[in-house]
């Protein structure tokens, strides 16, 4: 099994002890590690193993091409690892991010929207795929990269093992279904975009996968857990997800 120490930091000290107020609920607060940057980061909470989902999921979501903050394995003071989500040099003040999502105009402050409906059909996509229920306004990041706005996607706490097995999709009622269809309202849906994504996830080699998983530490995901993870992306049962998926996005049922 390879190391997770490639990722592994120390952080050096607290910054913002709990939580921090552009964060979700599940978040510890904010560290500087020793590569001087700065990490908002996460332990498991209520009984779910957060820093597994949140590690795996923000893996498969750079491997498929929706931008995520950098992931860290962070070693705590007390000796505990966590996991870290890099902050975002420049990131935009969390009511800039919303006014750009639910602006139905071409252009939000000066800033061009572009490809917007794209990236938020990937994203709802993999959110669907990953049975995150959580996605919501909060939980995107942007930047204005030189006039253009670029928009990351964060927070998978509530996805993979919150709930696991999965059992179907997420309902009609949650958080990623509501606001995606207040997106979709103000967007549209790019059901090409969406169904790349989903090709994308079909791609992944079993082999990049386990991969994710070894550069975690142990103790992260539960043998269980981790042998009924990859047990479902061998026999085939991720690939009937992904058809219902593409199913779903035709029919309107998924939407």
């Known amino acids: 099994m390879s190391s997770p120490q490639q990722f592994q930091l120390f952080a050096r000290k607290a910054i913002i002890e709990f939580p921090p107020k552009q964060q979700s609920a599940d978040s510890l607060g904010e560290v500087e590690a020793d590569d001087n940057c700065l990490y908002y980061v ?10 597994a989902s949140e590690w795996i999921c923000t893996q498969i979501a750079e491997a498929i091409g929706i931008a995520a903050p950098a992931p860290a394995v962070i070693e705590l003071q007390d000796g505990s690892t966590v996991f870290g989500s890099r902050r975002i040099a420049g990131v935009a003040d969390a009511a800039i991010t919303t006014a750009y999502l639910t602006s139905s105009s071409a252009s939000n402050a000066g800033i061009p929207a572009q490809g917007l409906k794209s990236l938020l059909s990937k994203i ?3 959110d669907m795929f990953l049975n995150n229920t959580d996605r919501h ?3 995107y990041l942007s930047v204005d990269d030189n006039g253009v706005r670029r928009l990351y996607a964060f927070d998978f706490s509530r996805a993979l093992f919150w709930e696991w097995p999965w059992v179907g999709y997420p309902s009609a009622d949650v958080h990623t279904r509501t ?3 207040v997106l ?5 849906f790019d059901i090409v975009a969406a169904n790349s994504t989903i090709s994308g996830l079909g791609a992944l080699a079993p082999a990049a996968v386990e991969g994710f998983i070894n550069q975690m530490p142990e103790d992260w995901i539960s043998i269980g857990q981790r042998s009924q993870f990859m047990a479902a992306w061998t026999d085939g049962a991720f690939q009937v997800r992904l058809d219902g998926l593409r199913k779903g996005f035709t029919d309107g049922s998924l939407l």
């Open 42 to 51: 996460k332990g498991d909470a209520h009984g779910r193993s957060v820093r």
């Open 184 to 188: 979709r309202r103000l967007h549209g």
């Open 137 to 139: 306004l909060g939980n």
């Open 124 to 126: 709802y996509a993999l």
């Open 179 to 181: 606001w995606g269809s």
